[in-house]
Nanobody, 123 residues
Framework: QVQLVESGGGSVQAGGSLRLSCAAS????????RAWFRQAPTKEREVVAG???????YYADSVKGRFTISQDNAKNMVYLQMNSLKPEDSAMYFCAAGSGWAGLDNLNSYVFWGQGTQVTVSS
């Protein structure tokens, strides 16, 4: 079993930055895919960024150049650095992990999910 716990969310003004952290426990090292998703009220959950254990990150077009996903495999940590935040980035952000070789944006490939951390960006 794997547990994922997100932290680092909060309220910021547009243009600000936040760094989200995801602490994993259990058999996390065996899960080759890690990602951050987000879900705003009345909207579907969408991928923000993903990364394989060996690197090679993926970013949604909406966050390219602003967000950076990283990981510390020795510490079982995944991070999301968010810069130049916009009001439309406001959402609950979830850390996820899974296996398989489908694209990193494939929501159904993620088996383990955290409870989420809220990000609110004001204009």
């Amino acid at each position: 079993q794997v547990q994922l716990v997100e932290s680092g969310g909060g309220s910021v003004q547009a243009g600000g930055s936040l760094r989200l952290s995801c602490a994993a426990s259990g058999s996390f090292a065996w899960l080759r895919r890690r990602a951050w998703f987000r879900q705003a009220p009345t909207k579907e959950r969408e991928v923000v960024a993903g990364i394989w254990t060996g690197g090679n990150p993926y970013y949604a077009d909406s966050v390219k150049g602003r967000f950076t996903i990283s990981q510390d495999n020795a510490k079982n940590m995944v991070y999301l650095q968010m810069n130049s935040l916009k009001p439309e980035d406001s959402a609950m952000y979830f850390c996820a992990a899974g296996s398989g070789w489908a694209g990193l944006d494939n929501l159904n490939s993620y088996v383990f999910w955290g409870q989420g951390t809220q990000v609110t960006v004001s204009s």
